[in-house]
């Protein structure tokens, strides 16, 4: 074993060594796992090797350092090649690197931020440069620092739609600092992939989206460090350089070949003797400039707009207005938006603070992965489209998660209330979605004064949150001193005699508290809560109305799988006995109405409800 410390001024030797002890390291990985993907590593093995000698800025002690340059592996199965990199610069030893895959190793089968200096979950492909963009975004317009940010791509996720919105938001927006660094070994999963080593027909459609091309042989170091050179000085372009490699490169046995991708080699030793034996080569990265991070400062004064009891006010007019009061208070806060602002409400957030509100147009991948971006540099995003087109985007949102991303996202013009639009236009399967993410907080405001509390609540919050808004305009029926606590809910109507709990959030409250007032003339109280806080939810509130009245009804402008409905049944998976309970949702499909005539189609207005509240009050008499 050769071992032997080496500067940025390495010779072409040296890199070369330095890219097969990276190839190396990725065959021994795998092979200690028995799983992984060492061909894929050994493709891109000295693109990294040049990367991390000669041109990556980066401080292994301290990945908070504002100067580090930002790297981002978006061919997260080729992780082997990364945790070498690692080990290399010495941030993680040979005993880790062997631990790949391995339960309880940091080096998962694809990165995760359980290793520090890995800022975003990859794996998914086509997300890596969709969240560069976002880190790009994040230096140039907010945090005003010049660090490069790197992205690591294969030429099969090329095929991903993800890729061509952030290739067009990264050239529209002149993202000199980010360089696209794209892995051409031909070869994907189950053969070859659809350009093959065609670099032409890649460097056209970077092009048009206004970015300069660089094609080079991937396998010469001397043409790799030019090519990161010429991208660090090109100025007003986003940079891709596309890396014509062989994947399996420097075993004979796998070089070039189908059939290898995600196995380890056949007989490790023997390529590892192939590819020149096991070293040592131990770089010094270059670190970053010192810098001046602005330090975002609070002044500690949230002034939330107010609304009087009675006033018909819109769900999505009260998140606009009480982001923006947010933005005032904390200058951590951004807005992004999908050309939908003036809907969303983002709009009055863009006027009020337009240094930190972004515009992605209807790209909603590329929205959600631009905030998961900016998240990773510490700041706090507010994301916003219609709820239906989020779902677009749920691959994005599930990843967040794995990163441990603090992203809040806002789903506007939610469920059949929204009107004639018709159902391409509405959000009915967004809770569900939320709901399933991990670690997720879901919330379901009724009126502007809570929706402007749980817009603050969701600012400190951990993890992916969402907020649900409605079109048209609602009664206010809370005043603005109440608080509305992540995990809460509001009993707006109760008794003694209380015969069932009507169990509603958002548009369905005032129907249930129609329907409550209509079944009181007949001799029925019933109880209402407001379950604005759908995930978690209010178990212990529940359980309560469960015991005293004895019959559940829920209600909601959402498909029935998933909603309110099982967010309610969620309190009762402690082995205790569930309650008599009936649901009412959205199981038709619906057209184009107007919002009562929809909500009376879909079964879930105050008629609907009453009538349901009937006879389950009935068979609750009968049994």
Same mark, same amino acid.
């Given at each position: 074993m050769t071992t032997l410390g080496l500067t940025h001024d390495m010779t072409v030797q040296e890199l070369s060594d330095l890219g097969q002890q990276l190839r190396v390291d990725s065959v021994r990985a795998a092979d200690a796992a028995g799983s992984g993907h060492p061909t894929s590593s050994m493709s891109a093995a000295d693109l990294m090797a040049v990367l991390l000698a000669r041109h990556l800025h980066y401080d292994f002690d301290r990945p908070e350092h504002p100067g580090n340059d930002r790297f981002i592996l978006s061919k997260g199965h080729a992780s082997p090649l990364l945790y070498a990199a690692y080990k290399a610069a010495g941030a993680i030893s040979d005993p880790e690197l062997l631990t790949f895959r391995k339960a309880g190793s940091r080096l998962e089968g694809?990165?995760?931020?359980?290793?520090?200096?890995?800022?975003?979950?990859? &794996?998914?492909?086509?997300?890596?440069?969709?969240?560069?963009v976002g880190e790009a975004l994040a230096g140039k317009r907010l945090d005003h620092v010049d660090y490069r940010v790197w992205a690591l791509c294969g030429d099969s996720e090329l095929a991903e739609g993800s890729i061509w919105e952030a290739a067009e938001a990264a050239g529209y927006e002149h993202l000199d600092h980010l360089t696209l660094i794209v892995d051409v070994n031909r070869l994907g999963q189950r053969g070859p992939t659809r350009h093959g080593h065609d670099l032409d027909a890649h460097a056209r459609r970077f092009a048009a989206f206004g970015w300069h091309t660089i094609e080079i042989d991937g396998h010469d170091v001397?043409?790799?460090?030019?090519?990161?050179?010429?991208?660090?000085?090109? @100025?007003?372009?986003?940079?891709?350089? %596309?890396?014509?490699?062989?994947?399996?490169k420097g075993v004979a046995a796998v070089e070039n070949r189908e059939g290898w991708h995600g196995k380890p080699l056949a007989d490790a030793a023997e390529a590892i003797d192939e590819l020149g034996g096991i070293r040592d080569l131990r770089v010094s990265v270059q670190p970053p400039p010192a810098v001046r991070a602005l330090h975002v400062v609070r002044d500690g004064h949230l002034e939330l707009p107010a609304y009087e009891r009675g006033a018909k006010v819109a769900?999505?007019?009260?998140?606009?207005?009480?982001?923006? @009061?947010? &933005?005032?208070?904390?200058?951590?806060?951004?807005?992004?938006?999908g050309e939908v602002g003036d809907s969303t409400r983002t709009e009055f957030f863009a006027k009020a603070h337009p240094e930190r509100y972004f515009e992605f147009y209807i790209a909603e991948q590329q929205l959600v992965a631009a905030a998961v971006g900016m998240a990773a540099r510490g700041w706090k995003p507010y994301a916003a489209?219609?709820?239906?087109?989020?779902?677009?985007?749920?691959?994005?949102?599930?990843?967040?998660?794995?990163?441990?991303?603090?992203?809040?996202?806002?789903?506007?013009?939610?469920?059949?209330?929204?009107?004639? !639009?018709?159902?391409?236009?509405?959000?009915?399967? !967004?809770?569900?979605?939320?709901?399933?993410?991990?670690?997720?907080?879901?919330?379901?405001?009724?009126?502007?004064?809570?929706?402007?509390? %749980?817009?603050?609540?969701?600012? !400190?919050?951990?993890?992916?949150?969402?907020?649900?808004?409605?079109?048209?305009?609602?009664?206010?029926?809370?005043?603005?001193?109440?608080?509305?606590?992540?995990?809460?809910s509001k009993v707006l109507r109760s008794s003694d005699e209380d015969r069932l709990t009507i169990v509603a959030a958002g548009a369905t409250v005032p129907e249930a508290l129609c329907a409550a007032e209509m079944l009181a003339g007949e001799g029925i109280a019933a109880r209402v809560i407001d379950l604005y806080s759908v995930k978690p939810v209010d178990r212990s509130t529940l359980r309560t109305a469960a015991e005293r009245t004895g019959c559940l009804l829920t209600v909601e402008d959402h498909h029935e799988e998933g909603g309110i409905g099982d967010a309610v049944l969620d309190a009762f998976t402690d082995g205790r006995p569930v309650p008599r309970l009936a649901r009412l949702a959205v199981t038709a499909l619906?057209?184009?109405?107007?919002?009562?005539?929809?909500?009376?189609? @879909?079964?879930?207005?105050?008629? @609907?409800?009453?009538?349901?509240?009937?006879?389950l009050v009935e068979h609750a008499v009968v049994a």
């Open positions: 694809h990165p995760t931020p359980r290793l520090p200096w890995v800022e975003v979950a990859t &794996g998914s492909l086509g997300q890596g440069l969709p969240v560069a001397d043409a790799i460090d030019l090519a990161f050179a010429e991208a660090a000085s090109t @100025a007003g372009q986003p940079t891709a350089i %596309l890396a014509r490699t062989l994947k399996g769900t999505r007019d009260a998140y606009g207005e009480a982001l923006t @009061a947010l &933005g005032t208070a904390r200058g951590d806060v951004v807005a992004l938006d489209t219609f709820a239906a087109f989020l779902t677009r985007a749920h691959d994005f949102i599930r990843m967040a998660a794995v990163s441990g991303s603090d992203v809040n996202l806002v789903g506007s013009h939610a469920g059949v209330a929204i009107g004639q !639009d018709g159902p391409s236009q509405m959000g009915l399967e !967004d809770l569900a979605m939320f709901r399933a993410v991990q670690g997720s907080t879901v919330l379901y405001p009724c009126d502007a004064n809570q929706t402007a509390h %749980l817009v603050a609540e969701l600012a !400190d919050r951990p993890g992916i949150g969402y907020l649900r808004t409605s079109r048209g305009p609602t009664s206010v029926i809370y005043g603005p001193e109440e608080t509305f606590p992540v995990g809460g619906p057209g184009s109405a107007s919002p009562n005539e929809q909500l009376a189609a @879909a079964g879930i207005d105050a008629e @609907a409800i009453a009538a349901s509240a009937r006879l």
